[in-house]
Nanobody, 121 residues
Framework: QVQLVEYGGGLVQAGGSLRLSCAAS????????MGWFRQAPGNEREFVAA????????AYSDSVKGRFTISRANAKNTVFLQMNSLKPEDTAVYYC??????????????WGQGTQVTVSS
């Protein structure tokens, strides 16, 4: 059974930074791509970033490109999302996901429970 647990959410002022972590268990972590998605109240879940199995390829949504960085540590079964220059519109529940590389929800088979990120203006 795959388990994904996110850490690092919280309340931050606009312009600040947060680093999210997602620890995976139950699968050979390095065999899967990882992704981050987010969902704000009343909105659909949207793609934020993805990273390939080796970490050599990454992708970002236009709304976070240049501000967020996804990375992974396969030896620690962990994926990270460094979020800089945060904006109030980044406020959402952030989810990590494990599966195939891509920006579609359908690319991922397993999801974490989510962690709340709130950016105050």
């Amino acid at each position: 059974q795959v388990q994904l647990v996110e850490y690092g959410g919280g309340l931050v002022q606009a312009g600040g930074s947060l680093r999210l972590s997602c620890a995976a268990s139950g699968r050979t972590f390095s065999s899967y791509a990882m992704g981050w998605f987010r969902q704000a109240p009343g909105n659909e879940r949207e793609f934020v970033a993805a990273i390939s199995r080796s970490g050599g390829t990454t992708a970002y949504s236009d709304s976070v490109k240049g501000r967020f960085t996804i990375s992974r540590a396969n030896a620690k079964n962990t994926v990270f999302l460094q979020m800089n220059s945060l904006k109030p519109e980044d406020t959402a529940v952030y989810y990590c996901a494990l599966g195939s590389y891509g920006g579609s929800i359908a690319s991922y088979d397993y999801w974490g429970q989510g962690t709340q990120v709130t950016v105050s203006s």
